[in-house]
């Protein structure tokens, strides 16, 4: 069973507005989210992060929204930009060993 | 400073053979984890480090896969008897401490199983 899903295969957006990506995910002993930013052929780059104590964290351009509630956690990026295209992992862990679960990621392009 | 480093970046082996794959984390990472991504997959949990000492290796698949990290620097994945579904690229993290910090990855080192 998939604790974490991104139900989004891929998403098309153009340059300057806003890319929405979205996460869902299904064990409440989850406490600690993390956005990964991956290019072919390299490993994932951390974008951000947001611990369940929080409902939003913001670094520059990217947001991420938590609604625990829900379950549900989404990354805003904007204004958009090609060099943002890429393949982007929500993850997520709790407990003592910090191990992340991923999900199977969105592919953003961005379009000039 | 220098981030994670893997080797090799490729490895092509034949069915039934050993490989290693290994891992250098960031200086001062006492944390290492390995994950494995297959296609069109996220990447998914091996086995997590902290120190020396394998803390959870829940999620090795099977007794052909093992790993070490006997200076609690350098790990190093062996694999046994390697078959063509081990095939994937197995992704190396470290982070500070074994917390809710983020982990760093490095470039992984894609498997081919013939």
């Known amino acids: 069973d998939q604790q974490v899903k991104q139900n989004s295969p891929s998403l098309s957006v153009q340059e300057g507005r806003i890319s929405i990506l979205n996460c869902d995910y299904t064990?409440?002993?989850?406490?600690?989210f993390l956005w990964y930013k991956k290019y072919p052929a390299e490993g994932p780059t951390f974008l951000i992060s947001i611990s369940s104590i929080k409902d939003k964290n913001e670094d520059g351009r990217f947001t991420v929204f938590l609604n625990k509630s829900a379950k549900h956690l989404s990354l805003h990026i904007v204004p958009s930009q090609p060099g943002d295209s890429a393949v982007y992992f929500c993850a997520a862990n709790g407990g003592s060993n910090y191990k992340l679960t991923f999900g199977k990621g969105t592919l953003l392009t961005v379009n000039p | 400073g220098a981030g994670v480093s893997q080797t090799p970046s490729n490895k092509v082996t034949e069915k039934g053979k050993y490989v290693e794959l290994r891992c250098d984390p960031i200086?001062?990472?006492?944390?290492l984890y390995w994950y494995r991504q297959s296609l069109g997959q996220g990447p998914e949990f091996l086995i997590y480090f902290q120190g020396t000492g394998a803390a959870d290796d829940s999620g090795l698949p099977n007794d052909r896969f093992f790993a070490v990290r006997p200076e609690g620097s350098v790990s190093t994945l062996k694999i046994q008897r390697t078959e063509r579904g081990d095939s994937a690229v197995y992704l190396c993290?470290?982070?500070?401490?074994?917390?809710?910090?983020?982990?760093?990855f490095g470039p992984g080192t894609r498997l081919t199983v013939l």
């Open positions: 200086s001062g990472h006492t944390a």
């Open positions: 064990n409440s002993m989850f406490d600690y």
């Open positions: 993290a470290s982070s500070l401490a074994g917390g809710p910090y983020e982990q760093f």
